[in-house]
């Protein structure tokens, strides 16, 4: 099992720019998350999607961020326009979603915004 | 909705000493605790969790403890050794126990020292 894998891993663009970051879930897993890092506020939830539908995006920190999940192996979590503030590590996991299921986490991108 | 404490935000113990990182949560539907370690650069990673039906649960060196009545639970960490230090992130779910409602503590920074 190759984990989640997400690409890419760093990241830089100037302000302004339409980044998308990329996200592939354990196989078998029905629900996928994406979720901001930083110093300042930690780990935040951004959304999260069960069999390919979102079901909570009151995460997501304004109309530049979207993500969709066109099927169950991709995900994708797009910010346009970037901003410098937007700077963070940014983490897709998977999980199966029973109970209690442990949540997977991938090696996360590094997005630096100038 | 629910809302965890982690103290303390950073640690620093000898080799072979213990150390003891504590969280509390708000929510007291909440029944699925799990303890994440991240070394830098790296992803998260589940260490141990630990159900509402459990006080205690012991995996080699590393150890939780829930207290439902107070609120809170802790992760032990015996005879440390300078490949544990990482920052250690705890969670609490809702009453669903479902990944979806993980909320994160904000983190200890726990260096061991040769």
């Known amino acids: 099992d190759a984990g989640v894998i997400q690409s890419p891993r760093h990241e830089v663009t100037e302000m302004g720019q339409e980044v998308t970051l990329r996200c592939k879930p354990i196989s078998g897993h029905n629900s996928l998350f994406w979720y901001r890092q930083t110093m300042m506020r930690g780990l935040e939830l951004l959304i999260y999607f069960n069999n390919n539908v979102p079901i909570d995006d009151s995460g997501m920190p304004e109309d530049r961020f979207s993500a969709k999940m066109p099927n169950a192996s991709f995900s994708t979590l797009k910010i346009q326009p970037s901003e410098p503030r937007d700077s963070a590590v940014y983490f897709c996991?998977?999980?199966?979603?029973?109970?209690?299921?442990?949540?997977?986490f991938g090696n996360g991108t590094r997005l630096t915004v100038t | 909705g629910e809302n965890v404490e982690q103290h303390p935000s950073t640690l620093s113990v000898q080799e072979g000493d213990s150390a003891v990182i504590k969280c509390t949560y708000s929510d007291s539907a909440s029944n699925y605790f799990p303890w994440y370690k991240q070394e830098l650069g790296k992803r998260p990673q589940l260490i141990i969790d630990i159900r509402s039906n459990v006080g205690e649960k012991k995996d080699q060196r590393i150890a939780v403890t829930l207290n439902k009545t107070a609120k809170h639970f802790s992760l032990h960490i015996t005879e440390t050794q300078p490949e544990d230090s990482a920052v250690y992130f705890c969670?609490?779910?809702?009453?669903?126990?479902?990944?979806?409602?993980?909320?994160f503590g904000s983190g200890t920074q726990l260096t061991v020292l040769p």
């Open positions: 969670a609490a779910s809702g009453a669903s126990g479902s990944a979806r409602q993980l909320t």
């Open positions: 996991a998977s999980t199966t979603g029973q109970t209690n299921s442990p949540l997977h």
